[in-house]
């Protein structure tokens, strides 16, 4: 933000913040405060993206009283639960408006399995998968959750690049690389001029010697971080994922404007494979497919994904083909948790 509402602690933080992504070393106390900052910065935009997510109108209990999600996670980092690989929530109760749709309800995801959830219309499957992806329901710190529900925003930028994207990391590397880059070229240039000139580099925006074994060190790191995250590669693991969900070539290279709603759905969905999270929460996504596509993303989902899955579908003969367990939503209780 332009820091119009910021505390003076979080400006300082912020300041921290600018000194580390410049590859300055923080001391342990710096650390520490930039880690407590961040932490509540991710509340507060948790805050907000669950006052724009429709929740609010609900009601949600835990055994034990209501969720905390601040003391929560205080107690995980006490208790190491931050490494659990299963999400486990005993006797939650959501209530809508007008009527209670659990109550006292388990919930038991195993790392790993893949979870259809079958129910009547109107019951909470939805809702319990949107109380999920905004963490009301408790989630292990350590693992991240991404529900596909709605379509891409339209965007000038190609249906790859858009996918792309979603990799946060690997976007943020590839500008510094690039910014590096550029920086280097240009001061370079400086120094060539400055050569021809017979004047020394420094005084006319060239580097001296320090300035270019930081740029060079950085540049090294940044190039070590996208080669671990397999950066050259994602491209490729990307239009393999648009080809099965249907997009031609030319659909892949053009930009999300021209596509329909649900053709953005795809879209959608195909960054979410890409991203492929710990917890995938899948909302009807057999909706916007055709059959050609519904075969790729059931053979992709049973055979290739390597997180948790929940999939609230009314496709039985899809859900009988990805799942290892199916649940049952029987009147306020979720039942086959295996």
């Not at 933000?1 to 001391?27: C, P, Q």
């Not at 949600?60 to 659990?84: I, K, T, V």
């Amino acid at each position: 933000g332009g820091g119009g509402g910021l505390s003076k602690a979080d400006r300082e933080a912020e300041a921290l913040a600018a000194r580390a992504v410049a590859g300055e070393k923080l001391s342990n106390k710096e650390k520490k405060l930039l880690k407590k900052y961040e932490s509540r910065k991710a509340m507060r935009q948790a805050e907000e993206e669950y006052n724009a997510s429709g929740l609010a109108s609900f009601s949600l209990s835990l055994m034990g009283g209501a969720y905390d999600p601040e003391a929560a996670a205080a107690e995980a980092e006490e208790g190491d639960l931050n490494h659990a690989t299963d999400v486990i929530v005993k006797g939650f109760s959501i209530s809508a408006p007008q009527r209670p749709l659990f109550v006292d309800a388990d919930l038991k995801l195993a790392a790993g399995r893949r979870y259809g959830l079958l129910g009547p219309n109107g019951r909470g499957k939805s809702t319990l998968l949107k109380f999920l992806a905004q963490r009301q329901l408790p989630v292990p710190s350590g693992i991240d959750v991404l529900l596909v529900e709605q379509e891409v925003v339209a965007d000038e930028m190609s249906v790859v690049e858009q996918v792309l994207a979603a990799d946060a990391k690997r976007t943020a590397a590839l500008k510094e690389e690039t910014e590096l880059l550029a920086a280097m070229n240009t001061a370079e240039i400086a120094e060539a001029e400055a050569g021809a000139e017979g004047v020394e580099g420094g005084a006319n925006g060239g580097w001296d010697e320090a300035q270019w074994a930081d740029a060079l060190a950085r540049l090294a790191a940044v190039g070590a971080e996208l080669d671990a995250m397999g950066a050259d590669a994602a491209e490729g693991r990307v239009r393999k994922i648009l080809t099965g969900l249907g997009f031609t070539e030319s659909m892949q290279d053009g930009p999300s404007t021209t596509l329909s709603g649900g053709w953005r759905m795809r879209v959608a969905l195909a960054r979410a494979l890409f991203m492929a999270p710990k917890l995938l929460l899948l909302d009807e996504p057999t909706n916007h497919l055709d059959l050609d596509a519904v075969l790729w993303l059931d053979h992709h989902l049973a055979n290739h994904f390597p997180g948790t899955l929940l999939i609230v579908s009314h496709d039985a003969d899809f859900l009988d083909s990805v799942c290892t367990d199916i649940v049952h939503l029987d009147d306020t209780k979720v039942n086959g948790w295996g």
